[in-house]
């Protein structure tokens, strides 16, 4: 594993607060998993960017975040408000001045904005493009949502793929039962920024919005099965053509695929 791959320079942020909650959330996911970091080189050294990552657990957040702090980013993560009322994982987001989302709401048009606003700023916004922790019965990558389409077109910075396995081996998908011992191996790697440029001029259509989250998604599920070693579904999950998967339950029945 090379210099690159191991890691590069950690972030260093103003807030005091940012820097506490950054070295405790960085002590317990370390204590708990055997990190590869990989594309490193794809995280953008100057300006805003989108950090865009698949979601197959609860505690994808806080590796997502750890994973860009090692390597020089202040992560804001946009999430469902729910997190921030939950315990620990809650008062990390909120110290951290994560970005919540009011999901199915007039308020979540407002989450966008702030989101756009902090990138133009030169932030890095981490998101879960898919809304929710997939539904696929072997964790693929599902059909994701358009917030983040019409982040990145409205603030026109890059969009970096960013695929996380092993994950789960430390908490399964809804489980409340984590596995932390042992180490688990956790690796997470970044992919070249999605071409975008040429739906920038169609920022407030909606037809652009689902063909930038196409695009999105097209490359988040690349880097996962690079990272599984396995061939992706020939078509991507989509939650609305199977309502019974909407509850959320450890194991989902095996999904006939085309």
């Not at 009011?102 to 981490?126: F, I, P, Y």
């Not at 908490?171 to 440029?197: D, T």
């Not at 695009?215 to 020939?234: F, H, K, S, Y």
């Amino acid at each position: 594993m090379n210099k690159t791959q191991r890691g590069g320079k950690r972030a260093r942020p103003d807030s005091r607060a940012y820097r506490a909650t950054a070295w405790f959330i960085s002590g317990v996911v370390k204590s708990v998993s055997k990190f590869e970091f990989s594309g490193i080189e794809n995280l953008p050294m100057e300006g805003g960017f989108v950090a865009a990552a698949n979601h197959a657990t609860e505690i994808d957040a806080l590796t997502l975040a750890h994973f860009l702090f090692e390597n020089g980013h202040e992560p804001r993560i946009l999430a469902k408000r729910g997190l921030f009322t939950t315990p620990v994982i809650g008062w990390v987001m909120r110290t951290t001045r994560m970005i919540p989302v009011d999901r199915g709401t007039a308020e979540a048009q407002r989450s966008l904005d702030a989101a756009a606003e902090q990138l133009t700023k030169g932030a890095c916004v981490a998101v879960f493009p898919e809304g929710t922790i997939t539904r696929d019965p072997d964790l693929w990558p599902m059909e994701g949502k358009t917030g983040t389409a019409r982040i990145a077109l409205a603030a026109r910075v890059p969009v970096i793929p960013v695929a996380q396995w092993g994950v789960g081996d430390i908490l399964p998908r809804y489980s409340r039962r984590p596995r932390p011992i042992p180490r688990k191996r956790v690796r997470i790697l970044a992919g070249p920024p999605v071409e975008l440029s040429d739906l920038y001029d169609r920022a407030d259509d909606p037809a652009a919005w689902r063909e930038a989250t196409s695009r999105i998604m097209d490359a988040i599920t690349a880097e996962v099965a690079t990272l599984r070693g396995e061939q992706a579904p020939a078509a991507r999950f989509d939650l609305h053509l199977h309502p019974e998967y909407k509850k959320k339950q450890k194991h989902y029945p095996p999904l006939e695929r085309p």
